[in-house]
């Protein structure tokens, strides 16, 4: 769990320093290891908390041309607002009327953003997982071999079966 402890906090802003080991928090993202490195600033003025967060942790992924195991850093930074009321979180639940708050209960002693902090951290591991020494190469460069053999789409041999739809006019 990654807690900020907000018990007799008055308003103000207030900094934090966090570090997590992954493997305590529950999570489906395998490519996370060692720890969340987390710098927190949590700006409170009455039962609203505003938390602004850069979040750190490796990833271990496989290169998606070479199958290479590589490691990189994955960086996040975002703002969660968390607005404290016991009968808003009663009557509709953690997410309230909208999506941009956070709906807690008044009398909770810190606030668990380990979900959170894992959403954008998992939105941040890249698409395409290239290793970085692959990042700018193309594909013929990496596997010469079989550059040859790749034949270029306007080379291909044309399917009988859909010469049809070249007389197709369109408006």
């Given at each position: 769990?990654?807690?900020?402890?907000?018990?007799?906090?008055?308003?103000?802003?207030?900094?934090?320093?966090?570090?997590?080991?992954?493997?305590?928090?529950?999570?489906?993202?395998?490519e996370f290891f060692g720890d969340i490195r987390l710098s927190v600033i949590?700006?409170?003025?009455?039962?609203?908390?505003?938390?602004?967060?850069?979040?750190?942790?490796?990833?271990?992924?496989?290169?998606?041309?070479?199958?290479?195991?590589?490691e990189e850093l994955i960086s996040a930074n975002f703002e969660i607002v968390?607005?404290?009321?016991?009968?808003?979180?009663?009557?509709?639940?953690?997410?309230?009327?909208?999506?941009?708050?956070?709906?807690?209960?008044?009398?909770?002693?810190?606030?668990?953003?380990?979900?959170?902090?894992?959403?954008?951290?998992?939105?941040?591991?890249?698409?395409?997982?290239?290793?970085?020494?692959y990042r700018d190469k193309e594909l013929s460069e990496i596997f010469p071999?079989?550059?040859?053999?790749?034949?270029?789409?306007?080379?291909?041999?044309?399917?009988?079966?859909?010469?049809?739809?070249?007389?197709?006019?369109?408006?």
């Open positions: 769990m990654i807690k900020i402890d907000i018990s007799g906090m008055s308003d103000g802003e207030y900094e934090f320093e966090l570090s997590v080991p992954v493997n305590t928090l529950e999570t489906a993202f395998d949590v700006k409170k003025l009455g039962l609203r908390y505003t938390l602004t967060a850069d979040a750190k942790v490796n990833a271990r992924m496989e290169c998606d041309r070479s199958l290479q195991i590589f968390y607005r404290a009321n016991t009968k808003l979180f009663l009557e509709v639940g953690k997410h309230g009327e909208n999506d941009k708050e956070i709906i807690i209960r008044e009398d909770y002693k810190y606030i668990d953003i380990s979900e959170e902090v894992l959403e954008h951290l998992a939105l941040k591991l890249p698409m395409k997982r290239l290793a970085p020494e071999e079989i550059a040859k053999e790749i034949i270029p789409d306007e080379n291909l041999p044309l399917d009988d079966r859909w010469s049809n739809l070249k007389n197709i006019k369109f408006n």
